[in-house]
T-cell receptor
Framework: RKEVEQDPGPFNVPEGATVAFNCTYS??????FFWYRQDCRKEPKLLMS???SGNEDGRFTAQLNRASQYISLLIRDSKLSDSATYLC????????????FGQGTTLQVKP | GAGVSQTPSNKVTEKGKYVELRCDPI?????LYWYRQSLGQGPEFLIY????????DSGLPNDRFFAVRPEGSVSTLKIQRTERGDSAVYLC???????????FGPGTRLLVL
């Protein structure tokens, strides 16, 4: 079983739609959680960190449920420019800072 | 300021050859990471440097892979006796410290024929 699991999609949605991605992680000792965005043939870039209290950045909302070991990302009012792969990322329980990535979920926003 | 840079951007080699991939981190970043990303997968951790020393090399797949960071800045990932299965994008990331935000370079696309 992978440490971080995501539905690879693709998710095809029209502009303006609301879309949600989910992710589960297996190590209950994991300390930090993130969503990264990766455009085709580009490097991953940090989209947002995820906190137990939930956090919002414009159209993006991330939530963490430690009890269920579940992370979510909600995108409201989807734009064409949101088309990308969204990577669920967990920082392990060690103190080395290494990141553990999910497979990624592909989003395609269509006009 | 300048981000993380990696060279070459693409490398094609033949099975059995030796390759070196270079990473130039953001100036002042003491932590440096190497990851490998295969097609359709997320990046997988290879090795972490804090300064000049490899603090965690648990992700290196076997002894054909080795990395150095002799002066605590530029790092080189070395792969001996390359195999077709080594074909992937090799990503480097750096951060101010071990638990800070990691910034990724554009990667080196390695193709082993």
């Amino acid at each position: 079983r992978k440490e971080v699991e995501q539905d690879p999609g693709p998710f095809n949605v029209p502009e303006g739609a609301t879309v949600a991605f989910n992710c589960t992680y297996s190590n209950s000792a994991s300390q930090s959680f993130f969503w990264y965005r990766q455009d085709c043939r580009k490097e991953p870039k940090l989209l947002m960190s995820v906190y137990s209290s939930g956090n919002e950045d414009g159209r993006f909302t991330a939530q963490l449920n430690r009890a269920s070991q579940y992370i979510s990302l909600l995108i409201r009012d989807s734009k064409l420019s949101d088309s990308a792969t969204y990577l669920c990322v967990v920082r392990g329980s060690s103190n080395t800072g290494k990141l553990i990535f999910g497979q990624g979920t592909t989003l395609q926003v269509k006009p | 300021g300048a981000g993380v840079s990696q060279t070459p951007s693409n490398k094609v080699t033949e099975k059995g050859k030796y390759v070196e991939l270079r990473c130039d981190p953001i100036s002042g970043h003491t932590a440096l990471y190497w990851y490998r990303q295969s097609l359709g997968q997320g990046p997988e951790f290879l090795i972490y440097f804090q300064g000049t020393g490899a603090a965690d090399d648990s992700g290196l797949p076997n002894d054909r892979f080795f990395a150095v960071r002799p002066e605590g800045s530029v790092s080189t990932l070395k792969i001996q006796r390359t195999e077709r299965g080594d074909s992937a994008v090799y990503l480097c990331a750096s951060s101010l410290g071990g638990m800070e935000t990691q910034y990724f370079g554009p990667g080196t696309r390695l193709l082993v024929l």
